[in-house]
C-alpha cells in the first residue's frame, strides 16, 4: 500500500519560513520523481516544484528564489523548504510521487501565511 504522508504545516507570519516533509512507502522511492503541488481555496491545484529521481529540480515562477525542494532517499523523503513567505502562498500543501504516469499523491498539509 502506497503512502504519502505530509507535514510541517502551520501558521506563519509573512515574511517567516517553513519546511515541509512528505514521507513516502510502499513505492522504491529513489526511482520516482517527487513533486509538490497546492491547493488555495477557491482556486486549482497548482504545481509548485519537483524534483527528479537524479535530483535535478525545477520551479513554478511563483516560488522561484523562495522554495526550495530536495530529498533523502534513504529516509523515503522530500522536502519542501519555504522562505519569505507571502499570504499569497497560503493553500494546502500536497507532495505526489510519480514514474511512468503512475500517480500517488499525500493528504496535504495547512500553510497559513498572516499576521
Known amino acids: 500500500q502506497v503512502q504519502l504522508v505530509e507535514s510541517g504545516g502551520g501558521l506563519v507570519q509573512p515574511g517567516g519560513s517553513l519546511r515541509l516533509s512528505c514521507a513516502a512507502s510502499?513505492?522504491?522511492?529513489?526511482?520516482?520523481?517527487m513533486n509538490w503541488y497546492r491547493q488555495a481555496p477557491g482556486k486549482q491545484r497548482e504545481w509548485v516544484a519537483g524534483i527528479t529521481n537524479d535530483a535535478s529540480t525545477v520551479y513554478a515562477d511563483s516560488v522561484k528564489g523562495r522554495f526550495t525542494i530536495s530529498r533523502d532517499n534513504d529516509k523515503n523523503t522530500v522536502y519542501l523548504q519555504m522562505n519569505s513567505l507571502k499570504p499569497e502562498d497560503t493553500a494546502v500543501y500536497y507532495c505526489?510521487?510519480?514514474?511512468?504516469?503512475?500517480?500517488?499523491w499525500g493528504q496535504g498539509t495547512q500553510v497559513t501565511v498572516s499576521s
Open positions: 505526489n510521487a510519480v514514474r511512468q504516469s503512475v500517480y500517488h
Open positions: 510502499g513505492i522504491i522511492f529513489s526511482i520516482h520523481a
